[in-house]
């Protein structure tokens, strides 16, 4: 058993605190929108915010994020108000098959969160997910106009 | 029907349920008293001709054959049909027919298949008339109810007008009347000229839902009392599964079941995937390894190596003059081998399909790029004929090829055999995925070239060796034993054909098929093809001591497509100028999947290992652009696979085992490797050219040519990490 606050509710899971967070969110808390990619922590599908920090969260056990506030790509919005992200991606038409946005779209709001004008290079440096469909140039012309908005 | 794909502003989430799992046939027929019958969706509103059906509101549903990976293709193909229709394109959706509606209704949605850049050129025709035909129902109905000859009423944006007494009615008001129209024999479709809404880079129509975390992709699906699958298949290709302990795991958590699957694999079934894979991984298997275990990438590449000698026998794909003896009596010659490795598709989403069997039904939710081929595996997995068999299809999470095979829909069936009634979806682990792929050929490729004593390029030998995709896959398509896809690129005439003219050339394919399967990968054959002829292209111009772009052109005289797309990147990047400072430039064409193609890439290479690629510039006339915004995409798309294959990518054997087995061996470029490409579209009309895989045979040639121009090496062999040669 595990007491998981995602999403600004906290949830008693049955889960063993070893379980990668990914798993607990998607098979136990039921939250599929993050997505599994690898899991060794190297594609970023399945990133989230912990504590307001982008985390990929196939190589966080669930005894590491008790007590933590978790928020995936379903929490991203504020009620019916997609994030200014969300927005961005789809004035932008990002996504093309769409598995890796996900952790795409929950990268980019952490680093605009700390970075509100990031520069070309701030973003080669924090923006790391693979996106085997090749969204890049379209990732990195809607974070530029979210920057200028 | 699978209604998965919600209007561009509707957030409502693709949900799976019991409703899906009882719904079946979703389509009913409806036969009123001595009319026509009445096709109608799920949800009641009618049919109008196979490809419409038009709701009350107005909403106008567009069935999609094909499968969206992430290409959009369901956007595009909409635009065809809606086109034709002249329906308001704000309320269009879409849906997907199942396979096993389409085989009751007699294939009435044509072919199902999502691969070789074919989901928009192949069905075009049809979808527009498709179009075409409801909107002369619905016109038909409207006119009826006033009394009017139908010539006198037009529609445009779902309304319907009679222009002489000034009447107007919509859509959703006739489509009742409308369905119950017999459909016309024949329609006329529009000149392209008078086209409003196929050219247009209008918003695709399935955005949202990725955004928020709710579409609904295979790995996504949930059935009531569903439980998880992990596999292990033997990871020698070919070898068996010999026995397994299961004692060993049997008070693991979760733990629900270890089954067999097949001869070759083993899966635990448990109440959560990670459950079933932590008791996979725990689980003590014994494998029959079989012969195939002493293969490795130098045995392969030896035997590969063999096939380059002319002593062998080999296919000829592609042949004109006298090339052997041309090349005998020549005053230069140039020959360089080439070589490219397996590459695996590596989908972000790894394989997987979720199975439900009872003793009289069988049902399968899963990505698919061909639902038909899907359908194929559960009846014979099953054993149940077609009427108590269906796929439902969701969103792939990447497709570029590898979910054209159902080997995981198979085993998702086999395994859910062994536990009737409860549904059990199957997930490959990342390992599992990049160990049972479908990988792209391997493949060698000798090439001599001839000049005479004014360097004029008189004779070509292009001498492959290596492996077959058609004699693995799709044996009946060979022709004598040729493999006619191994061509292209290369090929005499056709789709894929060659784009220079050479006095005497001879093309040549020695068929050595090791035991790795292979699959169609995003451009499949051209790949390798366009880097053997293009970096050799570069080679010959080199000992002719002519500019590379230059030496080409006075090839393509008698190619003005293949030559017009080579123009159009040559001014983008600005050939004729000088490149800045320190940057060095390289070109390359090819044709495939109908479309022209050409590429250029501006590189710096600092240490000599150490690349930075500053532009790429992609031309493409794929004869008619549907959707250019989607189009820009998809070849900058295809760069991002095709440069991560080239710089990155290459699958290994050891012990007759591929030996990558996640994205730490086998990575893909990330943002701060990959500049903007630059696209620039050069339709010429008159006949429908692919989209989603011609370009990235022209994106790793590019790179490497503009590798030579900067440091004078000649790469031959992929990947560039295997040289330390990568990003800088
Ligand atoms: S699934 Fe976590 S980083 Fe890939
Ligand atoms: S959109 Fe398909 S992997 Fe990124």
Redesign the interface.
């Known amino acids: 058993m595990a007491n998981l606050t995602i999403n600004g509710k906290t949830l008693t899971l049955d889960v ?1 605190p070893d ?2 967070l990914l ?1 607990a969110i998607r ?2 808390a ?11 922590a ?2 970023g ?1 399945c990133t989230v915010h912990i504590d307001g920090v982008a985390m990929r969260s196939c190589g966080i056990s669930v005894s590491e994020a008790e007590g933590k506030k978790i928020t ?3 929490g ?2 504020s009620g019916d108000t ?1 994030h200014k992200v ?1 927005d961005a ?2 004035a932008q ?10 952790g795409m ?1 929950m990268a980019v709001a952490a680093l605009l969160n700390e970075k509100p004008k990031p520069t070309d290079a701030d ?3 924090a ?14 012309e809607a974070i530029h106009t979210i920057a200028s908005a | 029907m699978n209604k998965h794909i919600s209007p561009r502003l509707n957030r409502r989430a693709f949900v799976i349920g019991t409703a899906a799992v009882g719904a079946g046939l979703a389509i009913g027929l409806d036969i009123p008293f001595g009319g026509p019958a009445v096709v109608r969706a799920a949800d009641g509103s009618p049919e109008i001709g196979a490809w419409v059906v038009v709701r009350p509101d107005d909403t106008v549903v567009i069935r999609i054959a094909r499968s969206e990976m992430g290409q959009g293709s369901l956007t595009g193909l909409a635009q065809l049909v809606a086109e034709e229709l002249e329906c308001d394109w704000t309320k269009v959706t879409t849906e997907y027919p199942t396979p096993g509606q389409s085989v009751a209704r007699k294939r009435v949605w044509g072919d199902f298949s999502t691969g070789g850049s074919r989901g928009i050129r192949s069905s075009q025709d049809y979808v527009r008339k498709g179009g075409a035909t409801a909107r002369v129902m619905l016109i038909q109905a409207a006119a009826d109810a006033w009394k009017v000859p139908a010539s006198e009423c037009t529609a445009a944006n779902s309304v319907i007008t009679h222009a002489p007494s000034g009447r107007t009615t919509t859509y959703g008001k006739v489509a009742e009347a409308a369905a119950k129209l017999t459909p016309p024999a024949d329609v006329k479709l529009k000149d392209p000229k008078d086209w409003k809404l196929i050219g247009k880079g209008v918003k695709r129509l399935d955005t949202v839902d990725k955004t928020t975390g709710a579409m609904i992709y295979g790995v996504d699906v949930k059935l009531p009392g569903m439980l998880n699958a992990a596999i292990k298949d033997c990871p020698v290709f070919g070898g068996k599964l010999k026995s397994f302990d299961e004692a060993k795991i049997a008070g693991m958590k979760g733990v629900k079941k270890v089954v067999k699957v097949g001869d070759t694999a083993v899966a635990v079934v448990a109440d959560t995937w990670w459950h079933a894979k932590t008791a996979l991984e725990a689980l003590p298997i014994v494998w029959d390894e079989g012969d195939n275990a002493k293969v490795s990438s130098e045995s392969i590449a030896k035997w590969l190596a063999e096939g380059l000698a002319d002593a062998q026998p080999a296919y000829v794909g592609n042949k004109n003059g006298d090339a052997k003896a041309a090349i005998a009596g020549a005053a230069k010659k140039v020959e360089a081998i080439y070589s490219y490795p397996y590459q695996n598709h590596a989908t972000m989403e790894p394989m997987n399909a979720t199975a439900l069997y009872t003793a009289d039904k069988c049902e399968v939710w899963c990505g698919t790029q061909n639902g038909e081929a899907a359908f194929a595996a559960v009846l014979e997995a099953s054993g149940l004929p077609a009427e108590k068999c269906d796929v439902h299809k969701v969103m792939l999470g990447g497709g570029f090829g590898r979910r054209g095979q159902t080997d995981y829909v198979r085993q998702a069936v086999m395994i859910a055999k062994q536990m009737p009634g409860t549904p059990v979806k199957l997930l490959w682990s990342r390992e599992e995925d990049m160990a049972h792929g479908r990988y792209h050929p391997i493949t060698q490729c000798k090439m001599t070239g001839a000049f005479d004593a004014n360097n004029n390029l008189i004779a070509l030998h292009y001498r492959l060796s290596g492996q077959s995709i058609l004699f693995s896959l799709r044996p009946e398509a060979l022709q004598n034993g040729m493999d006619p896809v191994a061509f292209q690129g290369v090929a005499q005439s056709g789709d894929a054909a060659f784009g220079y003219s050479v006095p005497n050339l001879l093309v040549e394919h020695a068929m050595r098929n090791p035991h790795v399967p292979p699959g169609f990968w995003r451009g499949v054959n051209v790949n390798h093809n366009a880097i053997y002829m293009e970096c050799f292209m570069d080679e010959l111009a080199q000992a002719a001591g002519q500019d590379p772009l230059e030496f080409r052109r006075k090839l393509m005289g008698n190619h003005p497509k293949h030559l017009a797309v080579l123009n159009a990147v040559a001014e983008k990047i600005g050939w004729n100028t000088p490149a800045p400072q320190g940057v060095y430039r390289g070109i390359a064409q090819v044709m495939g999947y109908g479309s022209y193609v050409a590429g250029a890439a501006e590189i710096s290479v600092t240490d000599g290992s150490k690349i930075k690629v500053h532009r790429i510039v992609a031309s493409t006339d794929p004869g008619y652009v549907v959707n250019p915004a989607q189009v820009e995409r998809q070849v900058a798309g295809s760069f991002v696979y095709g440069l991560s294959a080239l710089f990155y990518g290459g699958c290994t054997v050891k012990d007759g085992k591929i030996e990558q087995s996640n994205f730490d061996t086998y990575n893909s470029m990330r943002i701060n490797e990959m500049p903007k490409v630059e696209t620039v579209m050069v339709p010429s009309g008159g006949f429908w050219g692919g989209v989603g895989e011609p370009t990235i045979g022209v994106a790793a040639p590019a790179v490497l040519n503009a590798y030579f121009a900067a440091t004078g090496k000649r790469v031959r062999s992929v990947p560039l990490r295997d040289q330390n040669i990568t990003f800088a």
Request: net charge negative.
């Open positions: 063993e379980t990668p798993w098979e136990n039921g939250l599929t929108g993050t997505k599994y990619g690898c899991g060794i190297q594609c599908a995936t790509i379903e991203l919005a997609l969300q991606w789809i038409d990002v996504p093309q098959c769409g598995y890796c946005q996900s779209i973003i080669d440096e923006i790391t997910n693979i996106c085997r469909c090749g969204t890049f140039q379209q990732v990195r």
